[in-house]
T-cell receptor
Framework: GIQVEQSPPDLILQEGANSTLRCNFS?????LQWFHQNPWGQLINLFY???GTKQNGRLSATTVATERYSLLYISSSQTTDSGVYFC?????????????FGTGTRLQVFP | NAGVTQTPKFRILKIGQSMTLQCAQD?????MYWYRQDPGMGLKLIYY???????DKGEVPNGYNVSRSTTEDFPLRLELAAPSQTSVYFC???????????FGPGTRLTVT
């Protein structure tokens, strides 16, 4: 099956710093989503981005489908950005949104 | 809208017991999913449904069963609970292919 690798596994930042999270996948995809799991366990959808670039406030994401990777950018980080960021994909040919999750990047932002 | 709701929030089971985890959504979404998340790991798909009366297996279906009699509800049944089923269970839904998935708050299950 498709493999999803995220890096770095852990990231520690001071408030105000910028960061880039990476997601590599081993096969062509027609669905890629980024999620944030907050320290209380709630999962929030950040982006649906199988290709191209999107921005939402301080967060933006870029997926280069031909090279099989996606990047999540967090600018001017805040303590509320802490948590785990997951990338999830469905490979081309799938039509039921069965997402395969990476193991996540754990982000800690300190004041 | 309440979104995706799950009950119970926490449960402790003894080995061999059975239980049903409830999931409901009020967004009229056709697609619904059950995932489990083990400590420090990503989510793994257990079962999914693309509409009432239609269910199919995900990556890790053994030890679980589902049903989908209505669009709103998608219960997950654990038969003969085992310690390996200790995990956090998340239900999710979306309106169709390529749409954003929305997650419930999760159920933390411990089997001892």
């Amino acid at each position: 099956g498709i493999q999803v690798e995220q890096s770095p596994p852990d990231l520690i930042l001071q408030e105000g710093a910028n960061s880039t999270l990476r997601c590599n996948f081993s096969d062509s995809v027609n669905n890629l989503q980024w999620f944030h799991q907050n320290p209380w366990g709630q999962l929030i959808n950040l982006f649906y981005i199988p290709s191209g670039t999107k921005q939402n406030g301080r967060l933006s994401a870029t997926t280069v489908a031909t090279e099989r990777y996606s990047l999540l950018y967090i600018s001017s980080s805040q303590t509320t950005d802490s948590g785990v960021y997951f990338c999830a994909v469905e490979r081309v040919g799938g039509n039921t949104d069965k997402l395969i999750f990476g193991t996540g990047t754990r982000l800690q932002v300190f004041p | 809208n309440a979104g995706v709701t799950q009950t119970p929030k926490f449960r402790i089971l003894k080995i061999g017991q059975s239980m049903t985890l409830q999931c409901a959504q009020d967004m009229n979404h056709n697609y619904m999913y059950w995932y489990r998340q083990d400590p420090g790991m990503g989510l793994k798909l257990i079962y999914y449904s693309v509409g009432a009366g239609i269910t199919d297996k995900g990556e890790v279906p053994n030890g679980y069963n589902v049903s989908r009699s209505t669009t709103e509800d998608f219960p997950l049944r654990l038969e003969l609970a085992a310690p390996s089923q200790t995990s956090v269970y998340f239900c999710a839904s979306n309106r169709g292919q390529g749409a954003e998935q929305y997650f419930g708050p999760g159920t933390r299950l411990t089997v001892t």
